[in-house]
């Protein structure tokens, strides 16, 4: 088909916010503004709880200094959702949007909301309604498959990096070994970014651990041995899913060691995000190890938390445009005929850094997961390599500059 139907469109956001998740957003209000296709576009409060429920908010009449505003801001606009729909929840999805004659659905999310914007195509499909579902990518994970990178990525790099930089300033003035545990409970992206604003050796973070790498506390042991015998400190970057070699949660085995309680959720998971444990347990593991060597060890660890996702005003200026265009590239996609699928950023060659934007099947985004590629880390697997930096940094727009006496 090649002409657009004329209809109504729903637009949601789902999963953890970003700094960027709202500039997608706009994108498309600026986009469905444009055509005539879409008469009413609806915003689903909190994902598709909102649809099932039908609390919709009509975006159609929102002021563009408003707009601008929203876009600026981090964190979901619209409000977002954990929920994993199977087929029945996304059977009510389906009769919501029969009933509000809804033909556009736009989703905002990581790669749980394209497996939703997939079995909701296909119910679709199934049913004869004709309904375009476009997912527009979003995580701080960087994990998506398909897209060189995520919107939301860049900005939340940008902040650790950063973060980075002026803790291990404060480390030097005042030496000791540091910790500072980055969001990745299954991917090392965020992590590694840690070492973006890196000058040379002695700047930190001095090691890097991510989950694609086996952890072995004795290996970290040494590691930070030899860092703090030759520099006398040692600022350390760690994910909060490093596992070992069995997959077992690095959390978990400390806690069996230092003879700690961990937390659980609601799942019976072990708490990772929003809980310092694995940093004081890495931090009472170095002290129980190295007190016989250094008699007035200091060590310290911070969990940097929920703070990465969604700082306002440290935005990628680079995020934030291509946050833009995926929004705009979806209802563009959608109004071009009888396709659906996902917004996916493409990487063009060059000396200089430039990106296009295409469409990727949304059964090649869903549910799995990207893993950081072996080359972007080192071969002890507790760094990262220049292939990284080359990678990474142009996402984040460019970092504060800072200068030191040694």
Same mark, same amino acid.
């Given at each position: ?34 055509? *005539? ?7 689903? &409060? ?17 002021? $563009?200094?408003?707009?601008? &505003? ?11 959702? &954990? ?15 029969? *009933? ?25 499909? =199934? ?70 604003? $890196? ?33 006398? &400190?040692?600022?350390?970057?760690v994910s909060e899913g490093v596992a070992d070699k069995t997959h077992t949660p690095i959390i978990a085995a400390l806690a069996k060691e230092l003879g700690r309680h961990v937390e659980r959720d609601s799942h019976g998971n072990i =708490? ?15 002290? *129980?190890?190295?007190?016989? =060597? ?13 703070? =990465? ?45 430039k990106v296009e934007f295409v469409r990727a099947e949304l059964k090649d985004v869903a549910r799995v997961t990207k893993d950081m590629p072996r080359s972007y880390l080192n071969k002890a697997g507790n760094h990262v390599t220049k292939a990284f930096f080359n990678y990474a940094l142009p996402l984040t727009g460019g970092l504060p500059e800072i200068g030191k006496l040694f």
């Open positions: 088909m090649s002409k657009a139907v004329k209809a109504n469109a729903v637009v949601g956001q789902s999963g953890g916010p970003t700094a960027v998740i709202n500039q997608s957003l706009v994108g498309v209000i600026e986009a469905v503004r444009k055509t *005539k296709a879409i008469g009413k576009l609806l915003g689903a &409060r909190h994902g598709v709880s909102g649809i099932v429920s039908e609390d919709f908010i009509d975006l159609g009449g929102i002021d $563009r200094a408003l707009l601008e &505003r929203v876009a600026g801001t981090p964190a979901a606009a619209l409000g977002s959702t &954990r929920d994993k729909p199977d087929e029945k929840y996304c059977h009510k999805i389906a009769k919501v949007f029969a *009933k509000n004659n809804v033909r556009y659905f736009f989703y905002i999310g990581g790669n749980d909301s394209a497996d939703t914007a997939r079995i909701v195509n296909e119910l679709a499909n =199934q049913a004869g309604y004709e309904l375009h579902v476009f997912h527009i990518p979003k995580t701080i994970d960087n994990d998506l498959r398909v897209t060189d990178h995520c919107p939301g990525y860049g900005s939340a790099a940008k902040f650790v990096a950063s973060a980075f930089m002026g803790d291990h300033r404060d480390s030097a003035a005042l030496p000791g070994i540091k910790i500072n545990i980055v969001m990745g409970r299954h991917a090392g992206w965020l992590t590694a970014a840690a070492a973006l604003g $890196r000058k040379d050796a002695t700047d930190g973070p001095h090691l890097v651990y991510v989950p694609e790498v086996p952890f072995s506390t004795k290996s970290f042991l040494e590691d930070v041995k030899r860092v703090y015998g030759k520099l006398g &400190r040692c600022q350390i970057a =708490q990772l995000s929003g809980s310092g444990a694995l940093g004081d347990f890495l931090a009472d593991y170095l002290k *129980k190890r190295m007190k016989s =060597q250094y008699k007035s060890l200091r060590v310290r660890a911070d969990t940097f938390g929920y703070l =990465q996702r969604s700082f306002p005003g440290f935005a990628s200026p680079v995020d934030q445009a291509e946050a833009r265009e995926c929004g705009r590239k979806a209802v563009e996609l959608a109004m071009s005929g009888n396709v659906d699928g996902s917004v996916a950023i493409k990487r063009l060659k060059g000396d200089k850094y």
